[in-house]
Structure formats: C-alpha cells, structure tokens
Antibody, heavy 123, light 110 residues
C-alpha cells in the first residue's frame, strides 16, 4: 500500500544540524511532488518545504529559508530534510507528505502523510 | 502568523450541520485551489477536500467545500462524534511562493 515513513528526529542543541528522512513505498516516487509540514507542540500546522516531482523546483517557508534543504533521492525512494542552524522554534513534529496529483500537483493537497518524527531543539 | 483565518472553534449536536470558514486574500484563496484537512489530535492530518470542493476517495459526502472570492467554507452535515477533530484549510500563496495553512478550527460534538 501507499505509505511514507519518517525517521531521524531527536533532541539537538541550538545551532546544530539534523537530517530527516522519509522512505516512501507503493507509488512512483518520481511522479509526485513531496512536502514537509511541521507542528509545534499545541500549535497548528505549518508548511515547511516542497520539492517538485522531478526534484528540480524547491520552495521553502521564510522561517526556514537558508537553513533547511529539501531533496529527493529517487534511487532510494527517500525524501530528505537537511536542517542546519536549528533554533528553539524549530521544535515540532515533522510530517512528510505526498502530493495528491502527479506531475504538477502543487496546488491539489497532500493525500498521504506519515506519522511524523519529533525534533526537539534544546540546550 | 497564518494568512488564512479560521474561527478557533465550532460546535454542534449530533446530526446537525456545521460550517467552518476560512478567509484569505487575492494571492492565495483568490488565485488558487483550496484544500481542507482533518486532524484528530495525536495523529497525522487527513486530506478531506481538495481543489475547493473535491472529495478524495473514501471521504463521505457529509463533507463539502465551497469557495467565493477570497473565502472558503467547509460544511459537515449529519455531524457525528467521530468528526471531533481539528480542521485546517490550506492553499498556495503566489506572493509568498509557498503554501499556507489556516489557523485551524476545533470541532466539538456536544
């Protein structure tokens, strides 16, 4: 079945780096854009980053621009989020999600979500 | 600070119809499709409505979406206890060149 599974979260000190991974299965990874969405404790959903189906186009929230990098490794069916210069406010559950429409589905929602991986930034 | 504004909470009794509003601007709701998500606390969000009013397979027709100008609404008819959850609207924002989520609405079934 179609699924995405995140990993890589943990406790990290401010200013340090962390890489999140999201292994996908059950669909053609190269045909769908992918996104990271986060949720701070007790807060709402916040979009973090998007990568296009072919890995070429990348978009970032202003809050993470210049610090986070989203990428796809099609040979490993894996989505990544490289996070650097982490701040206290980056503490959240990070969800990996698949766009619902192939090739250019930027606007049409995320229909498959992982259970999330928790990142805690604390000294 | 989200650019899409929702009421913090709505409530209703079983069987009732409730609506959740989501207000934005010309660069997001006014220009792009809107999607709705349902999130039961402690679980991952679920796509409920995409492209303003389309339901993914498996979503009951009790859920419906509509759009007018720079605002959208999600209606839940025949409210059930299992509909208790947080609901979020979302859209692409051309000015921000990114996606935005609404502030979220908690639905309570009385």
């Amino acid at each position: 079945q179609v699924q995405v599974v995140e990993s890589g979260g943990g406790v990290v000190q401010p200013g340090r780096s962390l890489r999140l991974s999201c292994v996908v299965s059950g669909f053609t990874f190269s045909s769908f854009g992918m996104e990271w969405v986060r949720q701070a404790p007790g807060k709402g959903l916040e979009w973090v980053a998007t990568v296009s189906y072919d890995g070429v186009d990348k978009y970032y929230a202003d809050s993470v621009k210049g610090r986070f990098t989203i990428s796809k490794d099609r040979s490993k069916n894996t989505l990544y989020l490289q996070m650097t210069s982490l701040r206290d406010e980056d503490t959240a559950v990070y969800f990996c999600a698949k766009e619902s429409i192939p090739v250019g589905g930027l606007y049409y929602g995320l229909n498959v979500w992982g259970q999330g991986t928790t990142v805690t930034v604390s000294s | 600070q989200s650019v899409l504004t929702q009421p913090p909470s709505v409530s209703g009794t079983p069987g009732q119809r409730v609506t959740i509003s989501c207000s934005g601007g010309g660069s997001n709701i006014g220009s792009n499709p809107v999607n709705w998500y349902q999130q039961v606390p402690g679980t991952a969000p679920k796509l409920l409505i995409y492209d303003n009013n389309q339901r993914p397979s498996g979503v009951p027709d009790r859920f419906s979406g509509s759009k007018s100008g720079t605002s959208v609404s999600l209606a839940i008819s025949g409210l059930q206890s299992k509909d208790e959850a947080d609901y979020y609207c979302a859209a692409w924002d051309d000015s921000l060149n990114g996606s935005v989520f609404g502030t979220g609405t908690k639905v309570t079934v009385l």
